[in-house]
Structure formats: C-alpha cells, structure tokens
C-alpha cells in the first residue's frame, strides 16, 4: 500500500504482524515521543478471497467457507448467510427451529464476549490469569455445544429451512444448570477484575469516543453502544425469535474503554436470559422444512443483517437463476471498527502505551475484516 | 641369560597390577600426613574465619542465594499456575517439575551468546555480571542473629544498603546504552525514573524507623521491635514501604520497564545465553534482598519466641518463616492486578507515597517526642 | 473507602484459587468423553452402502471420491482427510446412513498421503486403546457450586 509520507520529527513505527500482542494486522503508528500522532491500519494480511469461494460453491455448501470467517462466533455468521438464503430462496422456518437458532446464537455471543474480555485483561499487562479463567469457562459452554450440536466451535448447525438436529434428551437441564453457574462466576469476575483499582486506571478515560463521532464515523456493536447509541439489530430488526424473548439493549455513556467492557460484560447477562427463556419456553413442533439439496434461486438480490457481537454484519446476496450465488458481498463489522480505531488518534489522545488496551476494547477479529 | 629375561619379564607383566596397587596405597597413605602437615596458617585461617566462611557460602551467602533463585522461579511457575487454575512444569522431574528450572539454565548455558555489531563489547559483556551482584552485596548487611551478620557495619549498615541499593539504577542504563539500540536505551531511562521516584519514600521511611529505634545499626532496630513490631505504629511507612519493594524489585504492578517497551523486554532485550541468566536471575536477587530489609524493618527481624534452644538457630528460622510467608503474597499479587503505565506508576512515587512517606516522618516525631515509644 | 475495597476484594477473590485443582486434562494419560453427536472420524458400513455417490456431491470441499474397494462390489467413498472439514454433511444426506461418526480424532501421520482413507480403511475403527496406548482413563466434567471438576467415567 502507499503510505503517506512522513512529517519531520515525527517516528514511525510499524506494529507489524510480528507483535505480540497486535494481532494478525499491521498497524503503522506515527508517534511523538510517546503520543500517537496518527493510525494507519494496514490490513489484508489474512485475506483468504472468502467471497470468491463462495461463488463457486452451492447454498447449502457455501456454508461451511463463511463460518470459518470469524472463529469464536461462526452461529451468528452462518446465520447470516442462511437468513439470506432462505429469502432468496423463499423458504419458511418453523418456529421451534427460531427458537433453537436463537438459543444457539446467543451462546456463541457468550463465547466471543468471554474471548475479548480475557484478551482486554491481557492488554493491561496482566498476566494471562483472567484470560485463562474465560477459556475455562467457555469450557462450560464449550460442551453445551458440543452435545447440542456435535461440535466445538464449527457448529454447521443452521440449514435454510430450519436447524440439523433437534434438541437432545435432557438438554434443557443441564442448560440452566450451566446458565446458574455462569452466572456465579460472572459475578466474581465483576468484583475481582472489572472493580479492580488498577484495571480501571488502566481503562478509564481511555481513547474516548463521543456519541456524535461515532454515528458519523460509522462504529458499530458494542463500540456504538459504548458511547450511548441504542443500535441493535436485534430489537431493530428482528430476526430468529428475537421478536418473542425479552432483552435489553445495553448501552453505557461514557464512551472509554471501560464503557465498551461493561457493555460487553452487561450483554453476557442479557444472554443468560435469553438462553433461560429459551429453555423454558420453548414450543414444540418440527424443526426442519425440507428444502432442495441442489436448489436454485430466482434472479435477485437479497439483503441480510444479524448482530455478531462484533457489530452488525450484512450479506448482499445477488443470484442468477443458478446454483451458485452470483455474488455475495460481505459487510463486516471489525472493517467499519477499525476505521474507527484510525481516527481515534485525531479525536483523542492516546499514548503508546495504551494502544493494546484500546484496540482490544474495539476487540476486532482481523480474519473478519479481511475475510 | 634368556630365562633371566623371561623371568623379568614375566615379573614386570604380572607385577604391574601389584606396582599400581602399591603405589595408590603409598599415595594415600602419605596424603593425610602431607594435609596435616600444610601451611600450619592455612588450617589456623580457616579455623579463625569458620563463621564468616559458613555466612559466605551458605547463609547468606552464595548457598542462599542460589536456592532461593531456583525455589523462587519454581515455585512461581508452579503457585501461578495453580492461581490461573493449570499445572505448570509437570513433566520434568517426577510429575512436578522440580527439575524444570536446572534443564532452562543449562539450556541458557548452550546456547550461544550474541553481542550485537555496533554494541561496546567490554560494557555489554560485563554488565550482566554486576546485575545480581550488586542487590547480593547489599544482602549482606541483613542479620540473621545478633551474631550472625555477614559484614557488621555496625551503625553504618542502613545507610550502606541504601548506598549500595541506589546504585542498582546505574547499571540497567549503563547496558540499554552498551547495546546501541534506541529502545534498549529508551528501556534504561524508564528504569532510572521509576528506580528513582521510588527510591526517595523509602528513604524517608527506613529515616523514621531508625528514629524510632534509635540507631542505624540493622541489628539495633531489629532489638528495639522486641515489643511491637515497627508495622503497627508505623502503619503508612508500612504500606509505604511495601509498595517500593514491589517496584525496586520490578514486579508486577509495577513492571513498567520490563514489558512496557514497544520492544520486548526493555533494557534486557539484547541479551542472550548465560548473559540473560543473569539478568533473570537479578530480578530474585534484588527482590530477596529488598523483602529482607522490609522484614528488618517493619516486621521485627529476627525476633520470635525461642523454639530450637539456642537462640542463633530460632532466630535464622523465624527470619526465614516471614520470608516466606511474605514471597508467596508479592508473587500472587502478580495475578491480582494489572500492570500501571509508566506516567501512574510515576505519579504514584511521586505524589503520593511522598507526601505520606513524609507524614509518616511527622507521625514517628510526635510519638518519640511524647514519649510513647 | 471504596478504593481500599478494589484493593483488597481482587486479592480475597484469587487467593482461593491457589488451592483449586487445576482444570486440565492430562493427555495422552487422560481422555474426555465426548457427546454422543461429536463429529470425529467416519465409519462406512459396507453392508448399507449403494453407491449413490451424494456424500461426493454434497459435500463441500470434495473430499470424497468413489473408488473400488477390496473384497466388496461397486463403489464405495474414499474420504480425505486432509480437506475434510468434519462438516457432517455427508453422514447426515446419505439416504442409507451408511456413514457415521465416530470420536477418534487422532489423524496425525508423517506422510500426507496416509490422509487419505480408503474404505477398507474407513469400515473398522480401532479402539481408543490402540490409537492412544498410553491412555489411562476416560474423564467427563461436572459443575459444582464454584468449579468445574473432572470426574472418572472409566478405566482403561
């Protein structure tokens, strides 16, 4: 790429892909001593032509590529692709089936919330303790998953028409015994790191982003919530039974770092709700409709949004009468945060030293925006 | 004639075994002899100096030191672990890794060591050595037992720690510059400011401990504490003090230099081999003698009641005891708190522990001029 | 005192953990149980088979090919094991469920050629003894009030 030329008396520095804690990015840093003057992100470093593929592959089979695109929630993004699908297509989901995806979804938001708070706690210098406490209790919902749908973390659970498999014997017990538990350590987590006196410090007032700059500049997710937009396409809306359960959007005022944690911390309990709702009330019926291995799609074009827990990604879908999608344009979210990220250094002041703390309350996943 | 030949032949064959034999009972037999009858002032200066010899080579001298670098970096992979909920070494020596931490210093060992091209051979090379040794000579000033000091300064032996502990600053930047990086540099400077910001509320604090007991003498102050330990009227200089152990032994919270760098590990980035090992190993040295002070001073030395029968050896065990109960609560503080940036770490030493360093001072003063204590 | 209570509640909170056990699965000497619905390596039943060929075209990496096998008319899928993504695609379209999962998921070979499994190979499955020789016993986790604890299901 073409970097911008260099101001006298100004350094820079190359926070290259062998940093670690940078992540599978590149970032340029033009640095004064120990203020960033100016962020460039140069990314593309893990490209991988998803959207190429999928023009080579059928809608059912086209699945598989698009969940690997981000890797702790691939639910949320298979379910993108599946609602876009299934518009194209012009089929019908039963309700139990919504219900089951909802649930699913929601733990997989779990997951990736756990992911990004170990790895801020990582960023503040503390020793990988908190980061390795989530990994183990990801553990919890780890096996969840793994009962409900066969694996870890490539679940391939959604089809269009509905879900795999139903859900198995004595599932929804142990759901709500692991949704007690994680409630527990949730609140030890609150007391122990996020009320921790040099946490705070580490976070507080930290790369400040005010309402009006991030509208305009096009934030989204927990980022947007962070500096008090109530903007959630869950409750905008509403797809997969999300209409039926009751949640809250969260959303803090303070626009910091320590605003974007809670929010995330805040969601991770609004989730728990979900999930017991959906254990309790979950109504009975099929969970499938039969849809076509090999079907084709009326030429068109179809727009699809789900909330990741990134943000919000979009799928544009455009279809030629074949068995392939013509084309398919992925919007993701960590793309439009990291634009964000850039300007950051105009709109506040962030020093060196809390650049790792900054970009991982953004908590981008680069595999995301570079798809 | 041949048979002569023969003869001797056959003798010098089969007696060859026998001349050995004879010869290694000869050597051994004249060799105590010869030992005893040494220098005559060799045996009777190593008589006179048995103590001082026992105190620099096993307690606390060399023997301790080394073991308690070995146990420390053990026991902190393993206590860390177990806080962060995994195993730690496990394989290496019997399923608890205690052979782990001999295999990573003879890897240290083999591998080679890399001087950069542009760097200054003498100060590079050199310097890693008097990274541990300085922090083990101020050790040396901390008593085990009224008897039972390695070098008795008498009145001089809290100045001199402090003299010698303020020189520490001097060597991480005399290497982030013999290594002729910028950020080695860079790394050297940050460790002078936080060496420094900390330096000057100890200062002030061990000044109101030896006012309160009312000499310098290590030894004395540890006499005075027979009552009350100095921690409970002297509680800020307690937490005062605390604190600068954390950060004059480079910690978390407080590791600012080591990690904080956009390079790696700061002033030590350069070095490689046995070279690192040393620097490694300085970091338990200085926190060894820093703890020990600390104990010395707020937590009443050597003192405890008499279990053993003879008071040199209850008074060795207690000071060990705090020791190590005081090791386990810094190393755990390591997965309790985050790291500060450096600019907090700073204003923390500066506009803090200072004013309170100094109120404690005022506090010390009102209570020996009222008599109190 | 708020600040004091951010100070020393963290340090109350871990210090307990020490005394924890650690949540670790000792492999190769332990093993989980896996769900029942773990998609791990397939099992081809020769007797079900027909030879259809839908798991070839469904599935998304074109990991199978029907090949000849020994000893058994007709074609039977030869799965690669290099591509295959463990989607599970296969196991669920085949009309005849004549390919199943299994929980091995120990393929790690020297030569990238061993990958590739044919069905003879496919059609039996070792124990878990003889792929893992080490292995001891079999451990599942269970949630107490403040851990998750790993208990023993079976010895081996």
């Known amino acids: 790429m073409t970097e911008p030329e260099i101001k006298p008396d100004i350094m820079r520095i190359s926070w290259g892909p062998q940093h670690p804690m940078s992540g599978q990015t590149r970032i340029l840093l033009d640095v004064d001593g120990e203020k960033v003057h100016r962020i460039i992100a140069d990314l593309g470093f893990t490209h991988r032509g998803i959207e190429k593929i999928l023009e080579n592959r059928t809608f059912l089979k086209g699945i598989i590529p698009i969940e690997r695109m981000v890797m702790v929630d691939t639910a949320n993004i298979g379910l993108g692709y599946v609602l876009a699908i299934e518009e194209a297509l012009g089929v019908e989901v039963p309700e139990r089936a919504n219900w089951i995806r909802s649930m699913l979804c929601e733990m997989t938001r779990i997951n990736s919330h756990l992911y990004a708070f170990g790895l801020q706690a990582e960023a503040t210098g503390y020793f990988p303790a908190v980061f390795l406490w989530t990994t183990i209790d990801r553990e919890v919902l780890l096996d969840l998953m793994e009962k409900l749908t066969g694996a870890r973390w490539s679940y391939n659970f959604f089809l269009p028409g509905g879900v795999h498999h139903d859900l198995p014997e004595g599932f929804q017990e142990e759901v709500l015994e692991g949704v007690d538990y994680l409630r527990r350590r949730f609140q030890q987590y609150w007391d122990a790191m996020v009320e921790n006196a040099t946490f705070e410090m580490r976070c507080k007032g930290v790369a400040v982003l005010k309402k009006e700059d991030a509208i305009r500049l096009g934030a989204t997710g927990p980022v947007l919530r962070g500096s008090g937009v109530d903007m959630d396409v869950r409750k905008d809306e509403p797809y997969a039974a999300y209409g039926d359960l009751d949640f809250k959007v969260i959303t803090e005022t303070a626009g910091d770092s320590m605003a974007r944690l809670k929010v995330r911390f805040h969601e991770i309990e609004q989730s728990l709700n979900i999930i017991e709702q959906v254990a309790n009330e979950i109504p009975g019926g099929p969970v499938k409709t039969r849809v076509p291995l090999f079907a084709r799609a009326k030429p068109g074009e179809v727009f699809s949004r789900v909330e990741t827990p990134r943000g919000e990604m979009g799928i544009h879908l455009f279809t030629d009468g074949g068995m392939n999608p013509y084309r398919v344009k992925i919007n993701s979210p960590t793309l439009r945060n990291m634009y964000v990220f850039e300007r950051l250094a105009e709109l506040d002041e962030i020093l060196v030293a809390d650049l790792t703390v900054v970009i991982n309350s953004i908590d981008p996943w680069y595999l995301d925006s570079d798809r | ?373 | 005192m708020s600040l004091l209570k951010k100070l020393f509640k963290p340090f109350l909170i871990v210090a307990p953990y020490v005394l924890r056990n650690s949540q670790t699965v000792a492999y190769p000497d332990e093993r989980l149980v896996f769900a029942e619905r773990f998609r791990g390596r397939h099992k081809l039943h020769f007797d079900r088979c027909i030879g259809c060929g839908t798991c070839a075209r469904v599935c998304p990496d074109n990991s199978i090919v029907l090949v000849e096998a020994e000893g058994h008319e007709g074609k039977y899928p030869q799965i690669d094991y290099g591509t295959c993504s463990l989607c599970g695609y296969c196991v669920e379209f085949c009309p005849k469920a004549a390919l199943e999962f299994t929980d091995l998921v120990e393929f790690s070979t020297r030569d990238a050629s061993e990958l590739v499994y044919s069905p003879e190979r496919l059609a039996e499955v070792p124990s878990i003894k003889e792929v893992v020789p080490r292995l001891k016993r079999r451990i599942e986790p269970y949630l107490t009030k403040t851990e998750m604890k790993y208990r023993k299901v079976e010895d081996l």
């Not at chain 2, 060597?171 to 910028?182: L, M, Q, R, S, V």
Request: aromatic letters at 18%.
């Open chain 2, 1 to 373: 004639m041949f048979t002569t030949l023969w003869n001797w032949l056959v003798n010098a064959l089969f007696g060859l075994p026998g001349a050995i034999w004879r010869f290694a009972v000869g050597f051994l037999t004249w060799l105590p002899g010869a030992l005893l009858r040494l220098p005559g002032w060799l045996w009777r200066f190593l008589w006179i100096n048995f103590k001082p010899l026992m105190q620099i080579l096993i307690l606390p001298g060399l023997a301790f030191i080394l073991v308690f670098a070995i146990i420390a970096v053990w026991f902190e992979r393993k206590f860390l672990a177990r806080a962060m909920l995994r195993v730690g070494p496990y394989y290496c020596g019997k399923r608890a890794g205690l052979l782990q931490v001999f295999a990573d210093f003879l890897k240290l060992f083999m591998k080679e060591i890399i001087i950069p091209y542009d760097a200054e051979r003498a100060f590079f090379t050199m310097m890693p050595v008097l990274v541990p040794t300085l922090p083990a000579l101020a050790l040396v000033l901390i008593p085990f037992d009224q008897n039972w000091v390695l070098f008795d300064a008498g009145s001089l032996s809290l100045p001199m720690f402090f003299a010698i502990a303020g020189l520490a600053p001097l060597i991480p930047i005399f290497t982030g510059w013999a290594a002729n990086n910028k950020y080695t540099a860079i790394g050297g400077f940050r460790v002078a400011f936080l060496y420094i910001s900390a330096e000057i509320p100890l200062v002030i604090c061990a000044a109101a401990v030896a006012i309160m007991a009312g000499s310098f003498d290590l030894v004395k102050i540890v006499e005075a504490q027979r009552d009350m330990w100095f921690a409970v009227p002297q509680f800020i200089g307690f937490v005062i003090f605390f604190l600068g152990v954390i950060i004059e032994a480079e910690r978390t919270p407080f590791d600012v230099p080591t990690a904080e760098t956009e390079l790696v590990l700061g002033w030590r980035t350069e070095f490689s081999g046995i070279l690192f090992g040393f620097t490694m190993m300085a970091e338990y040295v200085a926190f060894q003698a820093w703890a020990l002070l600390f104990i010395t001073l707020y937590l009443g030395g050597f003192n405890g009641p008499d279990i053993f029968g003879s008071t040199m050896y209850s008074h060795i065990f207690w000071l060990l005891l705090k020791f190590a109960i005081l090791v386990p609560i810094i190393i755990l503080l390591r997965c309790v708190f985050p790291r500060l940036r450096l600019d907090q770490t700073l204003r923390l030493g500066w506009y803090y522990l200072t004013p309170l360093a100094v109120l404690n001072l005022f506090i010390v003063l009102a209570l020996k001029l009222w008599g109190v204590a």
